[in-house]
């Protein structure tokens, strides 16, 4: 992963308060300055590979970044996995990237396919919850809760 000021520097382009799409489309090189980046970046990564010192220092750094990502997607069933699967996914197809196996629109969609289905998952388990608690509490109105298909579902109440 890139370091604090790679990182702070590209998310701060995307405006203030930007949201998990916005932050993780940042980091793909996607023009010649942040290709340039993900070179200097894959080159220090393997340095870091051989000094303990540095690949430690890295490693607490990604925790730190992977954690503010799970709590962007808190509702998720496992915010933690979902957001090292989209960081490894990120990592991976920036690598692709670089080296032009891929290109950067073809990474750009592949990683947003990813993260609609990780905020998916997060709003499906949240209305899950939603749903549970109004149960648990005994009501039977929690129309506003379920999506079209949901609603059509539920059972007519007796008249």
Known sequence: ???????????????????????????????TDS????????????????RPQIADTLATNGRAFRDHIATMITPHPDPVTAADT?????????????????????ARTL????????????????????????AHLGQRDHEPFLTEDERAAEPDEPG
């Open 1 to 31: 992963m890139m370091g604090r000021i790679e990182l702070a520097a590209r998310v701060a382009t995307v405006g203030p308060d930007p949201g998990l799409r916005q932050i993780l489309i940042a980091l793909l090189p996607t023009d």
């Open 35 to 50: 290709a340039a980046d993900a070179r200097s970046l894959i080159g220090y990564l393997a340095f870091a590979s051989v």
């Open 86 to 106: 989209l960081l490894a996914l990120l990592d991976g197809l920036a690598l692709h990237v670089t080296v032009g196996q891929l290109p950067a629109d073809r």
């Open 111 to 134: 990683l947003t396919t990813a993260i609609d289905g990780v905020l998916a998952e997060a709003e499906a388990a949240q209305r899950h919850r939603q749903r549970e608690a109004l």
